[in-house]
């Protein structure tokens, strides 16, 4: 029976099974036309999920390594003396039924990025403008802290106009990007083999950050508002926490937003259970600006913002506002332990975009742009989606059944659209399953349109599910 070798590393569950897959081939461990296991079958021996096999086997075929027949199962293709190494970035393109071959290969709806608008004019005009006032010194120097103060004075004017919190720059931490900020509080506030309260379904950087530190995640059941204020309190008491991550509003992947009374009963809880609340508003510009759980709670909330999923994600700049008074040593070491200093090219291009109003402009560029995705959305899907917790939303959230939400990306993946897999945000048992689609990813709203015809068309023969060799 074979049973391939997994390498430990940075790639991808299923990469890494598509790089055994070719290894063994190469070596002749696996033979030409020989059958390889059934998807659960290998799932249950490897200890992984039947999203990943299913994924690295429509992988590996995609590349030539495999042949699929319907009912039958995979099998290695005659190849075994040209099987070359794959590197992980390589993808095939897909061959696309009546739409000839992509050139760039499967549209890609996983990464969950604003709306590309043309910003290369305004970043060449902050850079002159920082040029012709001799401000771009900084960026060749480390720069200590907590960041340059210049640019938490602009995060904090940023921070007043577009999200309608007064936070005090001197509050204000500047970080490498939301993801840094994660990783800084979870290791700030937590140590290995502690537990961090979050939603049953989270943002799956959130689940990198806290298993490469020792975490655990205990989720929490949602409603249609997100968290529920009892299932925290309860929870609370029974794991010892101290910490709840949360995305309040446009939830990532759900895109449920919690109403002012929710988010004031979450605030209560986490005030009685004496709680720190990691409130990641990610989301916020998309939404119809409810009142943050900071301003109910600021005495225990960290308020992170970004300028990834707003903005621009390629700067890496974010700001983690912390409440008054807190202690700030821990987070400091854990800053320079992962980066050692702010970056200060991207936070010198924010600080002058601020400065000029340029930010505010962008920013409304992108929302006029994410609110004409999502009509194109909800156009072509109706209600497969869940309805958003805001007029629109950059993601859409499908809900159906785990077993069904692994079949549709497999026939999406061979269709020519890749969708995050369905395993990445559950934490629970009881999480909300379904297929999360980055509507800002594709590079035009033709390319968008493309992909949504596509998904609609599967969506619509997966009754056929039975017979396409998924088992």
Not at 61 to 79: D, M, P, Q
Not at 117 to 130: F, G, R
Not at 342 to 366: K, S
Request: net charge neutral; with cysteine; glycine share 10%.
């Amino acid at each position: 029976m074979w049973h391939p070798e997994l390498k430990s590393g940075p790639a991808p569950l299923y990469e890494r099974l598509v790089q055994a897959i070719a290894g063994d081939i190469r070596s002749g461990a696996l033979a030409p036309g020989m059958r390889l296991p059934p998807h659960r079958e290998l799932a249950f021996r490897l200890g992984v999920s039947v999203g990943s096999v299913t994924r690295a086997y429509t992988e590996a075929e995609r590349r030539g390594l495999l042949v699929a027949h319907v009912g039958r199962g995979s099998f290695v293709k005659n190849i075994a003396s040209s099987v070359p190494d794959v590197p992980t970035t390589e993808r095939a393109a897909p061959q696309l039924v009546g739409m000839g071959q992509r050139k760039t290969g499967a549209i890609d709806l996983r990464c969950n990025t604003p709306p590309p608008v043309s910003l290369m004019q305004d970043l060449n005009e902050a850079l002159t403008a920082l040029m012709a006032r001799g401000a771009l010194d900084p960026a060749l120097h480390y720069i200590q802290g907590a960041g340059l103060a210049p640019v938490r004075q602009a995060a904090s004017v940023w921070i007043g106009n577009a999200y309608g919190l007064e936070i005090d720059a001197a509050n204000i931490l500047q970080c490498n990007g939301g993801q840094h900020a994660i990783a800084l509080v979870f290791s700030s506030f937590c140590g290995p083999g502690d537990t961090i309260l979050c939603e049953s379904s989270t943002f799956y950087g959130a689940r990198m950050a806290a298993e490469h530190l020792g975490l655990s995640l205990h989720g929490l059941p949602m409603d249609e508002e997100g968290i529920l204020p009892e299932a925290l309190d309860r929870a609370a008491v029974e794991t010892g926490s101290r910490l709840l991550f949360t995305l309040p509003t446009l939830h990532n992947p759900t895109t449920r937003t919690m109403s002012a009374q929710r988010r004031q009963a979450i605030a209560a809880v986490a005030r009685a259970r004496d709680l720190i609340i990691l409130e990641d508003d990610a989301y916020y510009a998309y939404s119809l600006r409810p009142p943050q759980i900071a301003s109910f709670a600021p005495e225990r909330t960290l308020y992170l913002v970004s300028l990834s999923k707003g903005i621009c994600p390629g700067l890496r700049v974010a700001f983690l506002a912390l409440p008054p008074g807190m202690a700030r040593e821990r987070l400091m070491r854990g800053i320079r332990a992962f980066g050692y200093c702010p970056p200060a090219l991207g936070a010198l291009i924010f600080e002058e975009w601020v400065t000029d109003g340029r930010i505010d402009e962008i920013g409304r560029a992108i929302q006029a742009e994410a609110a004409a995705r999502w009509e194109m959305a909800q156009h072509a899907l109706g209600g497969l989606m869940l309805p958003p917790g805001a007029a629109y939303s950059p993601h859409g959230f499908m809900p159906m059944q785990a077993l069904e939400a692994e079949r549709v990306t497999t026939r999406l993946l061979r269709a020519g659209v890749e969708v995050t897999p369905p395993d990445a945000a559950p934490v629970s048992r009881d999480a909300d399953m379904g297929l999360r689609l980055c509507l800002g990813a594709p590079d035009s709203r033709a390319e968008l349109g493309e992909a949504l015809a596509i998904i609609a068309d599967v969506i619509a023969g997966h009754g056929r599910a039975d017979r396409d060799g998924i088992v």
